[in-house]
């Protein structure tokens, strides 16, 4: 048996990969599973096959995973990162609720966040947005307005020493974010789609970006729904960090801020040191879990 040779995932489609090698070339890889169990940023062990091929043999231990779930089935987004950046814009209106559950996830693996506020030079609706994000900024959470289609500079810092990733509904601009700090990201794309024959306009479910050596971008496709099924209620409530100060205060120890008298959190909101919607938010996330 040949030795194994290591790469890192750096683009998916349904059960094919592109593994990025040590020098640099790129090889088309299959796994020996029918199951999608690799993800953009895996450290993989692969068995070559020839110059261009390969199949994964093992996939060496994450340091992080980023994923969603419901009830049936998970969805791996990427490996190995170090931030999540939550890209949202003004128009269109984003969804608070998809906010908080990215960060939440963020939260549960240790991850750094930052929220990026594209278009918002467009001044009548970025007033909107800024005040749905009030809530965010009030409990330390970093966020960046931007101009992605103008100029996307400010993000770079942001990004030196991690391998972040970029997600967000769709329209947002991740797209404009991604092609503004990397000229070639059109090209790798034409080149991974030719890579894995899969046609010129593959859309990949993660695809890595080497910025320097040192900072790397993981861009995925729009994503509408986050869910947290693999997450318990505790691991939920820990994702909203502002809630911390008041744990084990309410009456019941096993209280779930709903409707049980003398909860902390409640009486914490009505006098306004909670934001009403940040504790609404915690309500429906953690009934649905969806």
Do not use: W
């Not at 609706?125 to 100029?151: F, V």
């Not at 940040?278 to 429906?284: A, H, I, M, S, T």
């Amino acid at each position: 048996m040949k030795s194994l040779i290591q790469g890192q995932i750096v683009a998916t489609f349904r059960r094919q990969y592109l593994a990025e090698l040590s020098d640099g070339r790129l090889l088309t890889c299959l796994t020996r599973s029918r199951k999608n169990e690799n993800t953009c940023g895996d450290i993989v062990e692969i068995q070559r096959i020839n110059e261009l091929q390969g199949v994964i043999e093992c996939t060496l231990p994450r340091h992080t995973l980023l994923y969603r779930s419901d009830s049936r089935r998970q969805k791996l987004i990427a490996a190995n990162i170090s931030q999540i950046v939550v890209v949202v814009a003004s128009m269109p209106p984003f969804s608070d609720e998809l906010l908080a559950r990215c960060l939440i996830a963020a939260h549960d693996q240790k991850l750094e966040t930052l929220i990026v506020f594209n278009k918002c030079d467009l001044h009548q609706a970025a007033q909107a947005a800024r005040a749905q994000l009030d809530p965010y900024r009030a409990i330390g959470y970093r966020i960046l307005e931007l101009a992605a289609r103008e100029n996307p500079a400010p993000l770079l810092p942001f990004l030196e020493g991690h391998t972040s990733i970029l997600v967000g509904q769709s329209g947002m601009g991740k797209s404009t974010i991604i092609n503004q700090l990397i000229p070639g990201a059109q090209a790798a794309t034409n080149e991974i789609s030719s890579a894995l024959n899969s046609g010129k306009h593959t859309t990949t479910h993660s695809r890595l970006y080497h910025l320097n050596p040192h900072s790397h971008l993981i861009d995925c496709p729009g994503i509408q729904a986050f869910g947290l099924h693999h997450l318990d209620f505790d691991a939920i409530e820990a994702g909203f960090v502002e809630f911390a100060a008041y744990q084990g205060q309410c009456h019941f120890h096993n209280c779930r801020h709903m409707h049980e008298p003398n909860c902390a959190l409640k009486k914490t909101e009505q006098e306004g040191k909670i934001h009403a919607r940040r504790l609404k938010l915690f309500q429906e996330i953690s009934q649905s879990r969806m």
